[in-house]
T-cell receptor
């Protein structure tokens, strides 16, 4: 049963504009959320995270928003750059070790 | 650079022929994980080691086993690969389970079954 869902498999955005990636989860026990970025032929790399006690975390061009009541989080990339073209995975963590991943969203930044 | 290294990057094996995938790390992390990822799907955790303690996920097939002879190395053994085992296998490490200790991934081994 998929507890973390990324309903948009792909997203195309023009360079300089905002990219918004969405993620929904079903398990209310999740208390920590992460975004990973993956280039072709490479492993996922950690990008940004947020604890359930916060509703926003910002790191440079990347901001993650968490809406606990809606069990929804989003990643904003502003401004989008060609190097941001990659697959982005949303992941959620509960009380133990396990990360539950979404299936990923492929972002393409157009010049 | 400290990193997680997976060998080989591509592995082809025959149906039913045992295969071993390798992962090494220079991060000196306590935890090592193995994930299976099929095309357009989420990575699925197979098992992990915290130091020498092995933790198997409930739905991991018996066909999959793992060994961690020391802190730096971890192996994934597939005893009798079937066609459904063709996938990308990702190794990851973390210092511990805490929130501020994210998992670091290797580049993966893509396994093909003939």
């Amino acid at each position: 049963d998929q507890q973390v869902k990324q309903n948009s498999p792909s997203l195309s955005v023009q360079e300089g504009r905002i990219s918004i990636l969405n993620c929904d989860y079903t398990n209310s026990m999740f208390d920590y959320f992460l975004w990973y970025k993956k280039y072709p032929a490479e492993g996922p790399t950690f990008l940004i995270s947020i604890s359930s006690i916060k509703d926003k975390n910002e790191d440079g061009r990347f901001t993650v928003f968490l809406n606990k009541s809606a069990k929804h989080l989003s990643l904003h990339i502003v401004p989008s750059q060609p190097g941001d073209s990659a697959v982005y995975f949303c992941a959620a963590k509960g009380v133990e070790y396990k990360l539950s991943f979404g299936a990923g969203t492929t972002v393409t930044v157009r010049a | 650079d400290a990193m997680v290294i997976q060998n080989p990057r591509y592995q082809v094996t025959q149906f039913g022929k045992p295969v071993t995938l390798s992962c090494s790390q220079t991060l000196n992390h306590n935890v090592m994980y193995w994930y299976q990822q099929k095309s357009s799907q989420a990575p699925k955790l197979l098992f992990h080691y915290y130091d020498k303690d092995f933790n198997n996920e409930a739905d991991t097939p018996d066909n999959f086993q793992s060994r961690r002879p020391n802190t730096s190395f971890c192996f994934l053994d597939i005893r009798s690969p079937g066609l459904g085992d063709a996938a990308m296998y990702l190794c990851a490490t973390s210092r511990g389970y805490s929130e501020n200790q994210p998992q670091h991934f290797g580049d993966g081994t893509r396994l093909s079954i003939l």
